[in-house]
């Protein structure tokens, strides 16, 4: 509640009325000047006109990144090729790859390197570029998610790979290839079964060797055959007449 009180001025002796305000009012205080243009300076700008989200742009920027590539990554996908070429890898493994902590895949690295084989983590989209117009493109339909690559130099690394991706957890073999040729695992699997890998591709060569001695044996076969039904033919034919 409002009162007014008589004040006396002591040198001048003149008196002065002061409104005295009640404490339920509370004086207004303002920010500081420093403090008013900090939050001025950090004030979000909106923008005059509101985008709207255009979904064809969209997809067509996403795919854009997708099919487009940029030097370095060109520069990637042929420092892979002269890798590969250089240690004369002839097999690979394409792996699933599952999270696991830095030192454990370091360790694992360090031990599939004593076995022969070396594990390579590629981005998808290199590797899609890696063996794209080659026999291996039929692998496209598993760039997806996170994977692993294993690569190996001799046959006798097939039984390898089985083997020790069989210890660990995080990595998960999906297809086995060996120089142009991608196998599925059950076909690897039946493979490492057999005793000695190199006995089987030399029977393997044995046998291709000998499907054109058998082919022109058959051949020969037939022929002899059409030969003597033939002479038989005319030799009735004369004896009718």
């Given at each position: 509640m409002n009162s007014v009180r008589l004040f006396v001025l002591p040198k001048s002796g003149c008196s002065t009325s002061i409104r005295a305000v009640s404490s339920k009012y509370i004086k207004p205080h303002p920010r500081s000047y420093k403090r008013r243009l900090f939050e001025a300076a950090v004030a979000p700008i909106m923008p005059?006109?509101?985008?709207?989200?255009?979904?064809?742009?969209?997809?067509?920027?996403?795919?854009?990144?997708?099919?487009?590539?940029?030097?370095?990554?060109?520069?990637?996908?042929?420092?892979?090729?002269?890798?590969?070429?250089?240690?004369?890898?002839?097999?690979?493994?394409?792996?699933?790859?599952?999270?696991?902590?830095?030192?454990?895949?370091?360790?694992t690295s360090n031990q599939l390197r004593l076995q022969g084989l070396e594990l390579r983590q590629i981005d998808n989209k290199i590797a899609k570029k890696l063996f794209e117009n080659t026999a291996l493109a039929?692998?496209?339909?598993?760039?997806?998610?996170?994977?692993?690559?294993?690569?190996?130099?001799?046959?006798?690394?097939?039984?390898?790979?089985?083997?020790?991706?069989?210890?660990?957890?995080?990595?998960?073999?999906?297809?086995?290839?060996?120089?142009?040729r991608i196998m599925s695992m059950k076909e690897v699997e039946k493979l490492t079964d057999l005793p000695d890998l190199e006995m089987v591709r030399a029977q393997t060569t044995q046998i291709l060797d000998q499907i054109p001695v058998q082919l022109t044996q058959a051949l020969n076969h037939h022929g002899e055959q059409l030969s003597t039904i033939l002479s038989q033919i005319s030799t009735g034919n004369q004896e009718t007449k």
């Open positions: 005059k006109e509101v985008k709207q989200c255009n979904i064809a742009q969209v997809l067509e920027r996403l795919n854009r990144h997708q099919q487009e590539y940029a030097d370095i990554e060109l520069a990637e996908v042929k420092e892979i090729k002269r890798w590969i070429k250089e240690h004369n890898f002839r097999s690979m493994a394409v792996c699933q790859f599952l999270s696991v902590n830095g030192r454990n895949l370091w360790l039929a692998l496209e339909p598993l760039w997806v998610g996170h994977n692993a690559l294993l690569f190996g130099k001799d046959i006798q690394s097939l039984k390898v790979i089985v083997t020790e991706t069989q210890k660990y957890n995080f990595l998960i073999p999906l297809a086995i290839t060996y120089d142009n």
